[in-house]
């Protein structure tokens, strides 16, 4: 037993790697990229610290070079799924009272071992798989995803020294136990920070976990799955179980079992999921934590006084970064008439040469759209486009899956701010501009925060301080995230703790202490000291 009070230094935010030419990281990583797109690599599922192989498998791809298998990964269906629920059950006896720093200190090692030796290697491996370029592929795998582990654990240590208050003769204390069962966590293809944290952030806490991964990021979230082993990672604690969705349902979140579910991914899969619980209710032993960040049609509001320079490089990037594949990034953007002729000159200007193309090429600015579903998807809202009178595609409108799932950056120019690329999520490169009249300000603002049942992302740009506050005031609902002067993409762990509510999620803000307490049961111990002996009330004595 130790007798040590053992603390945590609030940690630093990981800085990335800039991959100018001529620097040897830069060198490095495209050569493993090399390495790993000669390889096809065989998957399986990671079930109580072993590999197990089902057989049933399918091809992980590169998107922008689709002919390219990268992996072939072995599906869980219910005998395995069943085996990871046991296994997670039977490794929770020790993990649930293994002392919190030495929990603590297998993901801090993971975060040591991610950023130091296996660095270039989760940087290459989301770049084939997921189609990011360096820069993109860097702040996700590396940075974002070691500050998650680093700041998960200074936050939970910050939630177990947070005790109540205690009179004469009573010691008040608070234990936070882990959830009673198991918790479900089910990833996105978009980033693989995401796919590392939704597993850890509940583990960390003491629970045990079954992670579905995407079935579009299963190489770079299988090497991180190695990682944590490496680190120390016990036996069960977390599963990693690829597999189809359904049997997921079927066969995990209907388990009585179930004591959290944690999620990124579309809304109807979450609303899904919700009604899956609801249904099921009376069956389970605990009430299910469900903890959700879904979908968006994030926006980006100018003012007149807004910095037209900043204005544009936040319309490019918070709409064209990693091909509009971001929760956050921006798909609709509100312009005054005043600015509008320069916008358009300026954003014609910074796309005509950003076409998409093969990560290999680090002038790219964008890659490929993940897989074929999406490529048709985004397909489908172009073509409609061409042939809607209330739209005019005035960039890009192209696609080709020939080779990759490449779509060009398309902005679209709606006649009212209604239209259906203004309030459908595309999820893609994608993004629709609505022209609205300088005096028409506060009626604008209004359709921005009713037109979507979504409220993840926005962004405003003014230089006028009291439209910012008019602004920031008359859009208070529609974004979990909010910005002033800087795109809607981008928020850093510890700093912006990232998450929305109405349709986009439970606003359980990942990146901050929130969304631990998620994870956790409270119970309260009351200790008196010299309790009472007597029964009787002061005023029943004689």
Known sequence: MNNGYFTLKKPLNER???????????????????????????????????????????????????????????LAGKEELEMAIEAALEAKKTWKNMPWEHRASIFLKAAELLTGPYRTKMAAATMLCQSKN????????????????????YFLQEIYCTQPESSANVWNRVEYRPLEGFVAAVSPFNFTSIGGNLPTAPAMCGNVVLWKPSSTAVLSNYYFMQILMEAGMPAGVINFVPCNGSDFGKYVVSHRCMAGFH??????????????????????????????ETGGKDFIFAHKSADLEALICGLVRG?????????????????????????????????????????????????????????????????YVKHDPDSEI???????DSVGYFVDPTVILAKHDKTRTMVEEIFGPVLTIYVYPDDKLEEIMRSCDKSTG????????????????EMEKALTNAAGNFYI?????????????????RGSGTNDKAGSAVN????????????SFVPDKVVLYPHMEE
């Not at 100018?20 to 998957?43: F, N, S, Y």
């Open 16 to 74: 990335p790697m800039n991959y100018r030419v001529g620097c040897p990281e830069r060198d490095a990583v495209m050569e493993e990229l090399e390495r790993q797109a000669a390889m096809t690599i065989d998957i399986p599922c990671i079930i109580g610290g072993k590999e197990v192989r089902t057989g049933n498998t399918k091809a992980c791809v590169e998107p922008h070079r689709h002919a390219n298998v990268l992996a072939n990964f072995h």
């Open 319 to 383: 709409a064209f970064a990693y091909q509009g594949q971001k929760c956050s990034a921006a798909s609709r953007a509100y312009i005054p008439e005043s600015l509008w002729p320069a916008v358009r000159e300026r954003l014609h200007e910074e796309l005509k040469d950003k076409k998409p193309d093969d990560v290999r090429n680090p002038k790219a600015f964008l890659n490929a759209v993940i897989d074929k579903k999406s490529f048709d998807h985004i397909k489908e809202y172009l073509d």
């Open 394 to 400: 005035i960039e890009g409108g192209n696609c080709d």
């Open 485 to 501: 002067n800087d795109k809607p993409t981008g928020a850093v762990v510890g700093q912006q703790p990232f998450g929305g509510g």
């Open 454 to 469: 979504y409220a993840l992302t926005g962004a405003i740009y003014a230089n006028d301080r009291l439209a910012i506050m």
């Open 263 to 292: 999620f990124t991914g579309s809304t109807e899969v979450f609303q899904g999921i919700w009604k899956q619980v609801g249904e099921n209710i009376t069956s389970y032993k605990s009430y299910p934590r469900l903890v959700g």
């Open 134 to 153: 360096p820069y993109e592929a860097e702040i996700d795998v590396v940075c974002e995803l070691a500050d998650f582990l680093r700041f998960n654990a």
């Open 516 to 527: 631990l307490y998620r994870w956790v049961s409270q119970r309260v111990i009351k200790e």
